[in-house]
């Protein structure tokens, strides 16, 4: 089926969109440098967050904005094909994957839609500054990262917009 009926409103809103479309021949590259790894919610619009427009940036999302294999794939791409020299990953307060269990979260799904994710990892946590932390690392140590690749981390207060650092913590202790 070609897109209609549940898109018409999508595809009205890319009509405007297109009739004054002014970025074309855009470079691919991120012109400032930076990918941003956040979290799929709605709220999170990491555009005026950051202050950053089309083409700074390379924006990855996912369920509570968290270090997978395949957003380390990601970097390594960008940072070898797209001029990302440096990472912020950015997780936000009020976020479900924060405020749920692993198993809460499955049992909901199994419970409300008859459907059993249990083979599936959310990556929910009950403590987010330790868990972006741990992304950091993950970031900092993946072999086939340049070592040069500057990484930083803060959540995101969907109260205030404000963000808090939380600094690479590289000690073994």
């Not at 855009?26 to 979290?39: D, N, Q, S």
């Not at 940072?79 to 990472?87: G, I, K, P």
């Amino acid at each position: 089926m070609i897109l209609g009926g549940a898109f018409d409103d999508v595809l009205e809103a890319n009509a405007e969109f297109s009739a004054h479309f002014q970025i074309s021949g855009l470079p691919a590259r991120a012109a400032r440098g930076l990918a941003v790894l956040t979290c799929m919610d709605s709220r999170i619009n990491p555009f005026d967050i950051l202050g950053i427009g089309p083409g700074d940036a390379k924006v990855l999302r996912n369920a509570g904005g968290r270090v997978t294999e395949d957003v380390l794939r990601t970097l390594v791409l960008g940072a070898y094909l797209l001029d990302v020299t440096r990472v912020l990953v950015m997780p936000h307060t009020q976020c479900r994957m924060a405020e749920s269990t692993e198993n809460d979260i499955h049992a909901f799904i199994g419970a409300e839609y008859g459907v059993d994710t249990r083979s599936l990892e959310f990556r929910t946590t009950d403590d987010q500054v330790a868990s972006l932390r741990h992304d950091l690392v993950r970031i900092h140590a993946y072999p086939l990262l340049p070592r040069e690749l500057q990484i930083g981390g803060a959540i995101f207060d969907v109260d205030t917009g404000r963000l808090q650092p939380v600094p690479l913590d590289t000690s073994y202790d």
